[in-house]
């Protein structure tokens, strides 16, 4: 077996493979997994990186396959994101400016895992607030 690059141990390591659905240590040579469990993976090189799970768990192959790349590359621009608003003033003051910036006759999409209990306020915005934002400028949430 070829030195590893990783050794991951220690841990509840998920596999795809139905005979072998866990195992504890993984080693990995240039992207691949090449052991599981096995004593050669305890064989490091002096350039492996070890890394001790301290039984935390590793689901190998896991991505994440969930994306608007058509939606992204179309409307990036013409998006504003709440994620990180710790005020729904702060959050209207990013609609005015993304309104201000937006071409008519372009609709602002508000995007993303924004909610009410973020905001310092607790609630969401009125119709009031949002028209005074954005008073020429259609907006919808995403």
Known sequence: M???????????????DPSQPHASTVAITDGPIVSLDDAEAYSPGP??????????TVVPGL??????????????????RWDDAPSLADALALLKLQAARTPAPQWVRVVGSWNEFQ????????????????????????
């Open 2 to 16: 070829d030195t590893p690059d990783l050794i991951l141990y220690n841990g509840l390591i998920t596999t795809p």
């Open 47 to 56: 350039n492996t990186v070890q890394i001790d799970l301290q039984g935390r």
């Open 63 to 80: 991505n994440d396959s969930h994306l608007h790349l058509i939606r992204g590359g179309l409307n990036y621009n013409l998006e504003l």
């Open 119 to 142: 905001f310092a306020e607790r609630r969401m915005p009125t119709l009031e607030e949002i028209n005074a934002a954005a008073p020429d400028t259609p907006i919808f949430r995403f």
